[in-house]
């Protein structure tokens, strides 16, 4: 029996997806544990992405709309972030300012496609 048939996911594309949003969740929350809690609407991002991830690894209908909100959220957190470090570096001086700006640059890339993905698959969701 294969992996994919012991998980019933329906594609490859729902289960990159669904991790990418396990893993999302887990980096936000980790930072705002280690902010010490100071970044609350981060909180929200990471719950949200957590529960999407389980929802498209549970082909639930409601993951579409999560999809989306977690679109613009997503962009609305990183966006922001990505402009405020390349303003204020306008040379990459750290080998953390260049992480930085890969994993939200990454982030937004993945935020597309997946709402891309999960909007073209829709009819899929249960």
């Given at each position: 029996?294969?992996?994919?048939?012991?998980?019933?996911?329906?594609?490859?594309?729902?289960?990159?997806?669904?991790i990418?949003?396990?893993i999302?969740?887990?980096?936000?929350?980790?930072i705002?544990?280690?902010?010490?809690?100071?970044?609350?609407?981060?909180?929200?991002?990471a719950f949200?992405s957590?529960?999407?991830?389980?929802s498209?690894?549970?082909?639930k209908e409601?993951?579409?709309?999560?999809t989306?909100?977690?679109?613009?959220?997503?962009?609305?957190?990183?966006?922001?972030?990505?402009?405020?470090?390349?303003?204020?570096?306008?040379?990459?001086?750290?080998?953390?300012?260049?992480?930085l700006?890969?994993?939200?640059i990454?982030h937004?890339?993945?935020?597309?496609?997946?709402?891309?993905?999960?909007?073209?698959?829709?009819?899929?969701?249960?």
């Amino acid at each position: 029996m294969s992996l994919k048939s012991k998980l019933k996911m329906e594609s490859l594309g729902i289960a990159v997806f669904s991790i990418f949003y396990a893993i999302v969740g887990i980096v936000i929350f980790s930072i705002v544990v280690v902010s010490g809690f100071t970044i609350p609407h981060a909180m929200v991002l990471a719950f949200l992405s957590l529960v999407t991830a389980y929802s498209l690894f549970k082909m639930k209908e409601w993951s579409v709309l999560l999809t989306i909100t977690l679109f613009f959220l997503g962009t609305a957190f990183s966006a922001p972030l990505l402009y405020r470090s390349i303003t204020i570096n306008s040379l990459p001086t750290t080998a953390e300012t260049v992480l930085l700006d890969a994993a939200l640059i990454l982030h937004i890339i993945m935020l597309f496609a997946a709402l891309i993905y999960v909007v073209t698959k829709r009819e899929s969701f249960q």
